[in-house]
């Protein structure tokens, strides 16, 4: 089921800023929809709105042409995941399940089949006898899943299901969500904090920030073409390396930046950018992944020293100095190399990025915002 949210705005009375500002997003049927953002962004605020659990301010929420804006949380045939997933102690893990189905008097034997059918989707059929204070959290986690999919619901709400589970389980869950959302074919939003997780799981990413979206995007869009510094920032670990810097435009018309220490010549990319850019201060940014140790100096090609080396199982993180600068850069562990050796880092002209240092948004003229509006 389609989800439109139209300029949706949410303020709390303890707050000197909107907890969502405004914010308008589609989130086509059938997609998995990722809320990504630090603590605080509105994230959750905005998942529990759709939900019915907070009421917005102003805006409008509909589900497949359908306003459920002012509809109870019973109407709006969602089914929400939280964070702290709770259960009757008392009961096994079928009537865990079953409890919903009770609650709104359907017949035993379509309680029974549905159960069943819920319980094979999310692997816990085995289990369905046992007492829910003899399952491990992963099962406890997918018993939560099952009970928010018996009444069949057009939207599924996941608010950080996963971050209290350790991390062999989070990956565990993470392909069982993806596989559940794969057979089913329903629209799911996801909330979490985790880049990882939402690169993932996540068919749309949308980046939050201050209430704000800051971009929505498939993750590769996101992580390859970021909109603004704050999403080249926060989307990739480790995170983008970012510079501020000056453009001179030379005699022949290209554009060549200067940084800290160094200057690099910039791709034609840019061009467009840049002759509408007011005055000549810019963030440079490249990712750790796009820089290449060299064999030797050369056009776009600095020389540093090795500071620090972290093994990350087939690939190393190499921590360089260039002047007074500190890159973060990922090699091959086999092209590694070690702590105080000299050398020479090479930047991928066809994945840099530029920014505007005062409004902190992409340089790039092809740069659009795919999913809000």
């Known amino acids: 089921m389609k989800v439109v949210l139209k300029d949706l705005l949410k303020r709390f009375t303890n707050s000197d800023r909107a907890a969502v500002n405004t914010i308008n997003l589609v989130i086509e049927a059938g997609e998995l929809a990722v809320l990504l953002g630090p603590s605080g962004c509105g994230k959750t605020t905005t998942l529990r709105m759709i939900a019915g659990l907070e009421e917005p301010d102003s805006g409008r929420i509909t589900i497949n042409k359908r306003d459920i804006t002012d509809l109870a949380p019973k109407d709006r045939r969602v089914a ?26 359907l017949g035993r034997k379509e309680i029974d089949e549905t159960v069943r059918e819920v319980a094979r989707l ?33 939207v599924f ?21 993806k596989r559940l959302h794969q057979e089913t074919s329903a629209t799911f939003i996801f909330v979490t904090h985790d880049q990882e997780e939402a690169m993932t799981l996540g068919d749309k990413i949308i980046v939050m920030k201050d209430g704000d979206i800051q971009q929505a995007g498939t993750p590769h869009r996101v992580f390859f073409a970021p909109e603004n510094a704050f999403v080249a920032n926060f989307v990739g670990t480790p995170s983008m390396n970012l510079l501020p810097g000056a453009v001179q435009k030379t005699a022949s018309g290209a554009y060549r930046l200067q940084l800290p220490g160094f200057d690099l010549a910039l791709p034609a990319r840019f061009n467009d950018g840049l002759n509408n850019l007011r005055g000549d201060q810019v963030i440079w940014g490249i990712r750790p992944e796009a820089i290449r140790l ?39 562990a086999l092209d590694s190399t070690a702590v105080g050796a000299p050398c020479h880092l090479r930047f991928d002209g066809a994945q840099m990025h530029l920014f505007d240092a005062d409004s902190e948004r992409s340089l790039l003229a092809e740069q659009t915002t795919a999913g809000t509006g």
């Open 80 to 105: 929400m995941v939280f964070q702290n997933f709770s259960m009757y102690p008392t009961m096994n893990v079928y009537d865990n399940i079953a409890f919903p189905l009770h609650a709104i008097k």
């Open 157 to 177: 709400l996941m608010d950080e299901p996963l971050s209290n589970l350790d991390a062999k389980l989070r990956v565990q869950l993470r392909t069982e969500i």
């Open 122 to 154: 999310v692997n816990i059929d085995h289990l369905l006898q046992r007492s829910v204070r003899q399952v491990s959290g992963g099962e406890a986690q997918r018993v939560a899943l099952a009970r928010s999919m018996v009444r069949r619901p057009e």
């Open 294 to 332: 060299a064999a030797e100096t050369g056009e776009n090609c600095v020389s540093g020293v090795v500071e620090l080396v972290e093994a990350l199982g087939s690939r190393d993180l190499i921590f360089a100095r260039v002047e007074d600068q500190l890159f973060r850069v990922i090699v091959d």
